[in-house]
């Protein structure tokens, strides 16, 4: 399609004339060149930028950001939720998290295009981007449960509560470890947040369902960190002491062209081309310039009929020619 426009301004501007229109090609061709070369020269020499290094600073400061989260939420969660300090350093903490994710995915598109190591790599680190956010919403999610369970026994409820905490935060620990390329101490241990039933029983209808929530929540942390630590270990590797949990994704939807409109458009630069090469290698034509850009024109789609630049220059000289002389 570019082409095709491209095609069209050249001919303006040549005004439909053989050696005038190769010239201004070879002109543009001249200008994009020098403007490349100029780019590179400028990018390489004189202002030269490593984003590698800078995005191995941000993913670091994302883990440790989302790990101090972590850690809050977990305070508030203990009973610290009317701690106005504990709840504005969550909010703090939140904010920085969303920043640094969002430039933690900008910078790694573009690591992908400058290290070809990284671009070997990518659908690993596309991963491990995805469970970065889904670590986010994750724990978003935890925060917003913890309201409604303030006034239960969480130790009560959870025997295991305390091992399950602790086996979480470490699990960020060894994660911080990883994108500073030191090897993990130590690995992902199974532990599993498990309720007890007899002290469920005791909690009304209204407490179930708000302790269903938080426990579905918080236990999902679980899985979710594990394989963060096999995604990173792969991409870093560190060889995994564990199995790679199977994790189960959505079918990615086909992209399907739409045939007719693709058509329109090669049909649209191929018959700009054939003018253009017909007026540069077959001047004089006989009929005129104009009437071959005339009998292409008609062969086009109506849209694009209407808002060509050609048809008003076609227009213009048909109308001069019934001028006098």
């Not at 082409?3 to 050249?10: E, L, N």
């Not at 002491?241 to 062209?257: D, H, K, N, Q």
């Amino acid at each position: 399609m570019m082409a095709g426009f491209a095609t069209a301004i050249i001919a303006v501007d040549a005004g439909l004339d053989a050696a005038a229109s190769f010239e201004v090609v070879i002109l543009r061709l001249q200008q994009t060149l020098l403007g490349l070369v100029t780019y590179i020269v400028v990018f390489v020499l004189l202002w030269p930028h490593d984003g590698y290094a800078l995005f191995k600073a941000v993913s670091c400061k994302l883990a440790s950001t989302q790990q101090k989260l972590y850690q809050v939420y977990r305070e508030l969660m203990r009973g610290q939720l009317g701690n106005a300090d504990k709840v504005q350093a969550a909010r703090t903490l939140r904010m920085q998290a969303i920043q640094q994710q969002a430039q933690f995915i900008q910078l790694l598109e573009g690591v992908e295009k400058e290290r070809y190591e990284v671009w070997e790599i990518r659908h690993k680190w596309e991963r491990y981007s995805e469970q970065v956010v889904e670590l986010g919403e994750t724990t978003a999610y935890w925060r917003e449960s913890i309201t409604e369970i303030q006034d239960l026994d969480l130790q009560e409820l959870l025997p295991n509560l305390t091992a399950f905490e602790i086996e979480v935060d470490d699990r960020l620990t060894q994660l911080r470890r990883m994108l500073a390329d030191d090897a993990p101490t130590q690995t992902p241990q199974t532990i599993e947040l498990v309720a007890n039933p007899d002290a469920l029983k005791k909690l009304s209808s209204f407490q179930k369902a708000a302790f269903t929530v938080f426990f579905n929540r918080l236990k999902s942390l679980e899985p979710l960190t594990r394989a963060m630590f096999n995604t990173l270990g792969d991409i870093k590797e560190f060889a995994p002491a564990i199995a790679p949990v199977a994790e189960s994704r959505p079918t990615p939807l086909m992209i399907v062209p739409d045939l007719d409109r693709l058509l329109g458009s090669l049909r649209v630069i191929l018959t700009l081309w054939l003018c253009y090469l017909t007026l540069i290698y077959f001047n004089p034509i006989p009929g005129g310039q104009t009437w071959l850009l005339w009998r292409r024109l008609r062969r086009w789609p109506w849209p694009l009929r209407h808002n060509c630049p050609s048809r008003c220059l076609c227009r213009h000289s048909r109308a001069s020619s019934f001028l006098p002389a």
